[in-house]
């Protein structure tokens, strides 16, 4: 299995013309996202150039360093599927092109030269490396099949098949080359329909998930924080400082209890930070459900939705943390 993982990974720089290789690759991906991470770190964390905090800092550098880790091992692939999607787009013209060079007489090497001269983006130069080839002697069967080797496109590969078996059987290829473009333009029609009919699902999803709730959840910490912080000056303000504090999982009210007396202001000060790691949490959770559900819903695959993720969970943090700022300076914090 992780053979075959890495196989395809080669594949994708490949066809995006990386010609490295994908152990050197992932190594420079994993080195320079964890030098970001830290360099984030050391400004925020450290330096403290913009002054967000401990927890806010560390949670930025590790979701800056988890965004472009995910970024750099993607991007080949994303390159690749956005590779593949321009040269289907542009095949039902290509073959009509070519239909009408063999009606009008022209051979099937003369329509291939007729497209290696026209604009039809990545699908022109691989048009022209199935030439070179027929010109250094390759067979056409040959040729073809290493151009659908090379774009490693479903649709290109029936395509090569059926031209082939077409040629073999001694068919019409301009018929055929007609029918296959009409077939491939109506599956893009098709899934341009697909993708229309779910775009107002997806921007709810995108909206909700990633946008809305973490301005409402740092809303509501700025709000939390503020009264924290009145009741801690009105305790602190008391003659003698009398009650009972209430342990919870994440602050123990006997680690508060000092010889000189209660530390009120360091007990509400945990609270404050278990409330915003678990409002953080459920951002987290909230980012990445979004995540599935879009990729399920704009891809048909769950397996996409590991591209979304880390992006998802780097916007819903920032819009959670400066809903917080700009709402805690309302308060005059």
């Known amino acids: 299995m992780i053979r075959n993982a890495w196989l395809t990974y080669k594949e994708y720089l490949r066809e995006i013309h990386f010609f490295i290789s994908p152990t050197k690759w992932l190594i420079i991906s994993i080195v320079l996202s964890i030098c970001l991470g830290i360099v984030a770190w050391l400004l925020l964390g450290e330096f403290e150039v913009i002054k967000i905090g401990k927890i806010h800092a560390a949670i930025i550098s590790f979701l800056l360093f988890i965004a472009v880790i ?17 040269m289907e787009e542009f095949l039902p013209d290509a073959f009509r092109q070519m239909a009408d060079t063999l009606k009008a007489g022209g051979t099937f090497e003369y329509a291939l030269r007729t497209v290696s001269s ?13 030439l070179r080839r027929l010109e250094e002697g390759e067979n056409l069967s040959n040729a073809l099949k290493n151009f659908a080797y090379n774009v490693n496109s479903r ?36 899934t341009r329909e697909r993708k229309s009919s779910t775009t107002m699902q997806v921007l709810f999803m995108v909206v909700a998930g990633v946008l809305v709730a973490p301005l409402i959840l740092g809303l509501i910490t700025s709000i939390v924080n503020f009264l924290l912080t009145q009741t801690i000056k009105a305790v602190s303000a008391m003659p ?14 006997n ?20 409330l915003m790691i678990l409002l953080i949490a459920y951002i987290i959770i909230e980012a990445t459900a979004a995540s599935f559900m879009v990729a399920m819903i704009r891809d048909g695959t769950i397996s996409k939705s590991f591209i979304y993720i ?24």
């Not at 649709?155 to 029918?179: C, F, H, M, P, Y």
């Not at 400082?241 to 999982?249: E, I, T, Y």
């Open 70 to 86: 995910d970024l750099m091992i993607t991007y080949p692939y994303l390159m690749s599927v956005r590779r593949i999607a321009k």
């Open 118 to 130: 026209a604009e039809y983006g990545p699908l022109t130069y691989e048009i022209a490396l199935v």
């Open 155 to 190: 649709v290109i590969k029936r395509a090569v098949d059926i031209i082939l078996d077409s040629i073999s059987a001694g068919a019409s290829l301009a018929d055929i080359l007609d029918e296959i473009a009409d077939d491939v333009r109506a599956t893009h029609r098709i």
């Open 240 to 253: 003698t400082q009398v009650g009972s504090l209430d342990s919870s999982f994440f602050c123990n009210a």
């Open 255 to 274: 680690h508060f209890i000092t010889p000189t007396g209660v530390d009120y202001k360091g007990y509400w000060g945990c609270v404050s930070n278990a």
């Open 310 to 333: 880390p992006f998802f969970l780097f916007i819903a943090y920032l819009i959670y943390y400066l809903s917080f700022v700009l709402t805690s300076l309302f308060f005059g914090r």
